[in-house]
């Protein structure tokens, strides 16, 4: 069946960079696109950017400076690297699948990420 | 980038019709989704291009619209439906989402 699983640290300090692995299982990222969402304690949500189907990419405007998303098909596996943190990026990071145009029909649990001195 | 509207709460009663509303500030044709978000959990699809019911969603869900203004319509209303509800246009980039309603129960 269909799996989506983020990993990364909890915690990170303000100014640095923060790392997410989205692990997937069930399909294979060269048919769909992988998308990160973010979700603020008690906020709504807020799309990050995508790796689509054939390797390209796509972000978020007001992130797109220090964004990055890539991925290793062989494992599976989406990246997402953020830099120059700030306290207003706390959030639960979701990973999720693209499909049909695109909306997204599974997720992660999600990975709740703080950033904090 | 497409703004999406939504009402904050809506209270209903169990076993009552509700609608929950959202609206674009530019047209997003039927490139419109619907999700649902229990606290603590994952958002779930419910509708997909704007009128499509996602598999395994109960029929007590449906959705219409066209353009800019959409709907969500739960008919009727369990307990288990308490819950946050986003929309989410892809007919451009950025992909947007609402600000959500939240179903409250009367």
């Known amino acids: 069946q269909v799996q989506l699983k983020e990993s990364g640290p909890g915690l990170v300090q303000p100014s640095q960079t923060l790392s997410l692995t989205c692990t997937v299982s069930?399909?294979?990222?060269?048919?769909?696109?992988v998308h990160w969402v973010r979700q603020p304690p008690g906020k709504g949500l807020e799309w990050v950017g995508a790796i689509w189907s054939g390797g390209s990419t796509d972000y978020n405007s007001a992130l797109k400076s220090r964004l990055s998303i890539s991925r290793d098909t062989s494992k599976s596996q989406v990246f997402l690297k953020m830099n120059s943190l700030q306290t207003e990026d706390t959030a639960i990071y979701f990973c999720?699948?693209?499909?049909?145009?695109?909306?997204?029909?599974?997720w992660g649990q999600g990975v709740m990420v703080t950033v904090s001195s | 980038d497409t703004v999406l509207t939504q009402s904050p709460a809506l209270a209903v009663s169990l076993g009552q019709r509700v609608t929950i509303s959202c609206r674009a500030s530019k047209s997003v044709s039927t490139y419109m989704h619907w999700y649902q978000q229990k606290s603590g959990q994952q958002p779930k699809l419910l509708i997909y291009?704007?009128?499509n019911l996602e598999s395994g969603v109960p029929s007590r869900f449906s959705g219409s619209g066209s353009g800019t203004d959409f709907t969500l319509t739960i008919d009727p209303v369990e307990a288990d439906d308490i819950a946050n509800y986003y929309c989410?246009?892809?007919?451009?980039?950025?992909?947007?989402f609402g600000s959500g309603t939240k179903l409250e129960i009367k």
């Open positions: 999720t699948r693209g499909k049909l145009g695109p909306t997204f029909d599974y």
């Open positions: 989410q246009q892809s007919n451009e980039l950025p992909l947007t």
């Open positions: 069930g399909f294979s990222l060269t048919s769909n696109s």
């Open positions: 291009s704007a009128s």
